[in-house]
């Protein structure tokens, strides 16, 4: 294996999984629990959650620092499937719960794994205001 190649920005929290060294020293690789992701696009900003209502993850990449670099991590990013393509030609990398631990274990290439899901299988939801989570009340 190769050594892990620095990258060419610094404040990076998103990688195409296409620039991803998976086949380079990647010290770990971390999953982001999520029930919904949104992207803005024309001017209206829209959620995605699974059509089923389970949860899933984010698939990331991780490394310790190093003399020359700081901690770092990333979530990854894919195309988009069908649902999310109208909206955004790019997505975060979403694992099912029964992709979790092949992820986590290196059983398999990540390229083989983090693949778009099939069309249907996120709901699309329209918020025109930008808020979609109601503010705590104490």
């Known amino acids: 294996m190769g050594e892990f190649v620095e990258p060419v920005c610094d404040d990076q ?18 999953l982001v ?30 490394r310790p620092a190093t003399r020359n670099w700081p901690e770092s ?25 029964e992709q979790r631990m092949e992820w986590l274990d290196l059983t398999r290439a990540a390229a083989e794994i983090l693949q778009p899901l099939p069309p249907g299988s996120f709901r699309v939801s329209s918020h025109s205001d930008g808020r979609v989570q109601a503010a705590f009340a104490f």
């Open 73 to 97: 991590y990333a979530i990854l990013t894919t195309t988009a499937n069908d649902d999310v393509a109208p909206f955004h030609d790019r997505q975060m990398a979403v694992l099912r719960r």
């Open 33 to 62: 629990p999520a029930s919904v992701f949104r992207h803005r696009s024309r001017g209206k900003n829209y959620s995605f959650s699974l059509a089923d209502g389970d949860w899933f993850y984010f698939a990331g990449i991780w």
């Open 13 to 30: 929290t998103a990688v195409r999984l296409e620039l991803a060294a998976f086949g380079m020293k990647v010290i770990d690789r971390p």
